[in-house]
């Protein structure tokens, strides 16, 4: 895993939200905003292993859509707008809420999946995918 076995779940989970390699912290995990690397440039690293799938948009879509939906309804009741003005406030901020936590988000859920050494599941052990 790495040369210090015996680091605690807060390296990678403090690494993968800065966008940082779990292994040694250094090396950058994204190439784009979501792309990743191929393999960290300090310590070389594979991010073959890395598949997050849509978990990082699944928890950014929850966690937005409750602010978004949250504050839309406090607004309705505190104001009563008209609609117009609703979709003037809240088509940018829906945007802000789900788009900006994505990255961070996909950098958690890969240094866990590299934490706990997370793969596809298998019928029988020793089996190959």
């Not at 790495?2 to 800065?18: C, E, K, T």
């Not at 292994?23 to 994204?30: D, I, S």
Request: glycine share 12%.
């Amino acid at each position: 895993m790495s040369a210090n076995p015996d680091r605690s779940l807060s390296f990678p989970i403090l690494a993968g939200l800065a966008g940082r390699c779990p292994r040694c912290g250094k090396g950058k995990l994204f190439r784009g905003f979501l792309q990743l690397r191929p393999r960290c440039d300090s310590c070389g690293l594979d991010y073959g292993f890395a598949d997050p799938g849509d978990g990082p948009a699944v928890f950014a879509i929850f966690i937005g859509g409750f602010i978004v939906v949250a504050a839309a309804l406090i607004v309705e009741f505190a104001y009563q707008p008209p609609y117009w003005l609703h979709a003037a406030l809240w088509a940018p901020l829906i945007l802000i809420v789900t788009l900006g936590p994505l990255r961070l988000l996909k950098g958690l859920l890969i240094a866990l999946q590299y934490h706990h050494k997370a793969a596809e599941g298998r019928l029988h052990p020793g089996e190959e995918t």
